[in-house]
């Protein structure tokens, strides 16, 4: 199957920091990726849905200045969780839907970030 | 009412039975269905995919749906402890909509 690359599979910094994550597609094109958060235990939550070119759309409740996702190409997106602080620490995972239209999302290894 | 009911579980079945985890959804527009495994702290893996009701096998898997139930099902034959993870119903509209997963625990 098509592959999905998520970069780093671990942070841990300070309160106050920026992190990013990176989102790679290696082999096929993604207009559009999926940014998701898990808490343990638990299912997988919808952050935002990045297309190529254009804005970030952002579910209900989620802080779009303090996600920031950019998608600027069609093999990458980022996620950076500005001023991060302890309650932002989760498992991030991204997902990429390819060009062609196909319904099947490919998920990243997911990102576990740590805020002390 | 959720779009997507799945028992969270957990499951545990001894090595080499059969395991039934099933879901419910609630919009008739939902056309794909997907099951999807995860792993302790990695992304889900894509297992099954399926467009129409009926029945779709691959290997030990075989994904279910009858959309004049609303229900999916996917059955794992010959469960083994590399099976034990959680397993995640999915469906598509204009997103994809999950469930919250079963956690499933294969005894050898």
């Known amino acids: 199957g098509a592959v999905v690359s998520q970069h780093p599979s671990w942070v841990i910094c300070k309160s106050g920091t920026s992190v990013k994550i990176e989102c790679r597609s290696l082999d096929f094109q993604a207009t559009t990726m999926f940014w998701y958060r898990q808490f343990p235990k638990q299912s997988l939550m919808l952050m935002a849905t990045?297309?190529?070119?254009?804005?970030?759309?952002?579910e209900q409740g989620v802080e779009k200045d303090k996600f920031l996702i950019n998608h600027a190409s069609l093999t990458l997106s980022t996620l950076t969780v500005t001023s991060a602080h302890p309650e932002d620490s989760s498992f991030y995972i991204c997902?990429?839907?390819?060009?062609?239209?196909?319904?099947?999302?490919?998920f990243g290894s997911g990102t576990q970030l740590s805020v002390l | 009412q959720k779009e997507v009911e799945q028992d969270p579980g957990p499951l545990s079945v001894p090595e080499g039975a059969i395991v039934s985890l099933n879901c419910t959804y609630s919009?008739?527009?939902?056309?794909?269905f997907m099951w999807y495994r995860q792993y302790s702290r990695k992304g889900p893996e894509l297992l099954m995919y399926t467009y129409s009701s009926g029945n779709k096998e691959d290997g030990r898997f075989t994904a279910q749906v009858d959309k004049s139930s609303k229900y999916i099902s996917l059955f794992i034959r010959d469960s083994q402890p590399s099976d034990s993870a959680t397993y995640l119903c999915?469906?598509?509209?204009?997103?994809?909509?999950f469930g919250t997963g079963t956690r499933l625990t294969i005894i050898p």
């Open positions: 999915a469906t598509v509209n204009e997103k994809l909509t």
């Open positions: 919009n008739s527009a939902f056309q794909y």
């Open positions: 990045s297309n190529e070119g254009s804005k970030a759309t952002y």
């Open positions: 997902s990429a839907r390819d060009v062609q239209g196909h319904e099947k999302l490919f």
